[in-house]
């Protein structure tokens, strides 16, 4: 069974601090990792994506990516009460030149204080 | 780009009918199309991976004579919800992918919320 794990949280951070938001994938043959973002009563916004180990920086949002253990990760900067939403981890299945099914996880919930 | 609309938005409909929830690719053509349900506070889950001009791929446990999905265009996909129960009153989300635009990123449309009565 692949499965997408993620801390449901709530995570709670302070206007301006930063928000770590993680995820761990069991199949090690996956390739790409996906970042979603979904505000109450709204369909997932992709906020990022990654696909090789390392950071990938795009704004105030920095996804980091280690295949060795099996880690992705979503650091948001400077967090606003906007960014207060559930963000899901996706994870591509192989192989590749699938038709790109995702699995995801359930959602970590950040909520930002002003 | 890899704008993804929905009709409609929100549905009510009594129990025994029949519901058809439309997905639709507004700037590219999306040759594979994706049906997710949600129900409250739980995460998405894949019903079924719609290809145009064939039939879908419907994942473990979903009922495809309950769930008629058809994709009959490279910009439209339809799911008809059969014989609506109370129990099948939850949000759907259509995916699609753009193929010009990397490896496997879905995008979403804003979801359909049925409610059978």
């Known amino acids: 069974q692949k499965e997408v794990e993620q801390n449901s949280g709530p995570l709670s951070v302070p206007e301006g601090a930063i928000a770590s938001l993680n995820c761990t994938y069991s199949d090690r043959g996956s390739q790409s990792f996906f970042w979603y973002r979904q505000y109450s009563g709204k369909s997932p916004e992709l906020i990022m994506f990654i696909y090789s180990n390392g950071d990938k920086e795009d704004g105030r949002f920095t996804a980091q990516l280690n295949k060795a253990s099996q880690y992705v990760s979503l650091l948001i900067r400077d967090s606003q009460p906007s960014d207060s939403a559930t963000y899901l981890c996706a994870v591509n299945i192989p192989p590749l030149g699938s038709q790109g099914n995702l699995i995801f996880g359930k959602g970590t919930k950040l909520s930002v204080k002003p | 780009g890899a704008v993804v609309s929905q009709h409609p938005s929100w549905v009510i409909c009594k129990s025994g009918t029949s519901v058809k929830i439309e997905c639709r690719s507004l700037?590219?053509?999306?040759?594979?199309m994706f049906w997710y349900r949600q129900f409250p506070k739980q995460s998405l889950m894949l019903m079924a991976t719609s290809n145009e001009g064939s039939k879908a791929t419907y994942e473990q446990g979903v009922e495809k004579d309950k769930f008629l999905i058809n994709h009959a265009s490279l910009t439209l996909s339809t799911l008809t919800v059969t014989s609506a129960h109370p129990e099948d009153s939850s949000f759907y989300i259509c995916?699609?992918?753009?193929?010009?635009?990397?490896?496997?990123?879905?995008?979403f449309g804003p979801g359909t919320r049925l409610t059978v009565t």
């Open positions: 995916s699609a992918r753009d193929p010009t635009q990397g490896a496997s990123e879905q995008y």
């Open positions: 700037d590219f053509q999306a040759t594979t």
